[in-house]
């Protein structure tokens, strides 16, 4: 049975993602920091599901989870880094620990997550990102989504067989709205099954 697993499953996006594959008949990992997360996810999405808690700075604690997936289930098809704080911050307004803090969530818990998985892949690595344009409203959060985006094209040149892209989301994410997280989710499918190829795909921008 094919498999996949979202990082930092949430209410909106991850969970939106995590159904879509789930109708497909994929096994769904999912891993957020929270146990009342992930089993509001799990609920949501159905189907056969796996659930683990990892905060996403912990690298110890999430390299166990997605070994501990990899044991039951074997090397995930498809990857989903979907872990990121979102906050209003001007440039120079965080002291740098929260700086670093937010970087390692929204930047290096994807570096992790593809240090442990994608030397055994061969299926499709998707992090989700945002900021079309950065914004100094919000400068934590564009600096991550830049880190990101440099971050996939690293990927690509490191291992070429793994189809690493990113989903660039354009605005606020709400159902019914622009952007409606199961529409969203229907590009992380598309990516994974070659209906769209780019190593960047745009929502709403």
């Excluded at 930092?8 to 991850?14: A, F, L, S």
């Excluded at 999405?45 to 501990?68: N, P, Q, S, Y």
């Excluded at 965080?94 to 997550?113: E, P, R, S, W």
Aim: net charge negative.
């Amino acid at each position: 049975m094919p498999s996949v697993i979202v990082v930092g499953v949430g209410p909106g996006i991850g969970t939106s993602v995590a159904r879509r594959f789930a109708r497909e008949g994929f096994t769904v990992g999912l891993i957020a920091r929270r146990e009342e997360t992930v089993a509001a996810a799990a609920e949501a999405v159905g189907g056969t599901t796996w659930t683990r808690t990892a905060d996403a700075t912990d690298e110890k604690a999430l390299r166990a989870a997605l070994r501990a997936f990899v044991d039951e289930h074997g090397t995930p098809d498809v990857v989903v880094y979907n872990a990121a704080i979102i906050r209003t911050d001007e440039p120079g307004e965080l002291d740098q620990q929260t700086m670093l803090d937010t970087y390692a969530v929204n930047v290096v818990g994807a570096i992790t997550t593809a240090g442990e998985l994608l030397p055994e892949m061969t299926g499709t690595f998707v992090v989700t990102s945002g900021m079309v344009r950065p914004d100094p409203a919000l400068t934590s959060l564009s600096l991550g989504k830049v880190g990101v985006r440099g971050l996939v094209e690293l990927l690509n040149a490191w291992r070429p067989e793994v189809h690493t892209a990113s989903v660039t989301v354009g605005g606020p994410v709400e159902p019914g709205g622009p952007w409606d997280p199961d529409e969203i989710a229907e590009h992380y499918w598309e990516l994974h099954t070659g209906a769209v190829t780019d190593r960047e795909v745009r929502h709403g921008c």
